[in-house]
């Protein structure tokens, strides 16, 4: 199975920083690259996919980039409401698989 | 805006089945991969299979396979998941997801959306 890994697992970031996660996979996934965020209790939402593609309805703020097995997410200006967990995950090749998470935590 | 629903918390005792249920809103169920997706309390999201309606085709994570079934009744527009042989550590929150849309053989992938709301599967004796 292709392995998903982000860092940080965890931050802490101000209103209006500039945050960036990043996502590697253990072997080429193309563009077949999503990333999802999850709030508490909440199911995940699905934020980017084909790696910069926004969904509908998502902020502009963020966005996504990267090829091969490297990604990135990036919001530009951290908001309050952008705390929770987010997700990358492949759609390369079976099983489908998410990267481990990485918290957001808004000072 | 198409819409999933499911069906309500379960308790189980180790060794029995579940079955869960995910209703989808509005006439473009056959279109769209259904997939699962559990999260074990405080981990992360784990796959767990998926199927394309209409053509039946599954697929399942090979940690999964011989204990889970996916099947989706086009006629109410709901797919189900079934886990057998269940386990303490099965306890989680279970969610559909619609992925990847279908036209003829081929399938468009852009990540799931929408979700169903969860539904939490305990496992305890």
């Known amino acids: 199975a292709i392995q998903m890994t982000q860092s940080p697992s965890s931050l802490s970031a101000s209103v209006g920083d500039r945050v960036t996660i990043t996502c590697r996979a253990s072997q080429v996934i193309r563009n077949d690259l999503a990333w999802y965020q999850q709030k508490t209790g909440k199911a995940p939402k699905l934020l980017i996919y084909a790696v910069s593609t926004l969904q509908s309805g998502v902020p502009s703020r963020f966005s996504g980039s990267g090829s091969g097995t490297d990604f990135t997410l990036t919001i530009s200006s951290l908001q309050p409401e952008d705390f929770g967990t987010y997700y990358c995950?492949?759609?390369?090749?079976?099983?489908?698989?998410f990267g481990q998470g990485t918290k957001v935590e808004v000072k | 805006q198409v819409q999933l629903v499911q069906s309500g918390a379960e308790v189980k005792k180790p060794g029995s089945s579940v079955q869960v249920s995910c209703k989808a809103s509005g006439n473009t169920f056959r279109n769209y991969v259904i997939n699962w997706v559990r999260q074990a309390p405080g981990q992360g999201l784990e796959w767990m299979g998926e199927i394309v309606p209409g053509v039946g085709t599954r697929n399942y994570a090979p940690k999964f396979q011989g204990r889970v079934t996916i099947t989706a009744d086009e006629s109410t527009n709901t797919a189900y998941m079934g886990l057998s042989s269940l386990r303490s550590d099965d306890t989680a929150v279970y969610y559909c997801?619609?992925?990847?849309?279908?036209?003829?053989?081929?399938?468009?992938?852009?990540?799931?959306?929408?979700w169903g709301q969860g539904t939490l599967v305990t496992v305890s004796s």
């Open positions: 995950q492949q759609e390369y090749d079976y099983p489908w698989t």
């Open positions: 997801a619609r992925g990847g849309s279908i036209r003829g053989l081929l399938i468009t992938r852009r990540g799931f959306d929408p």
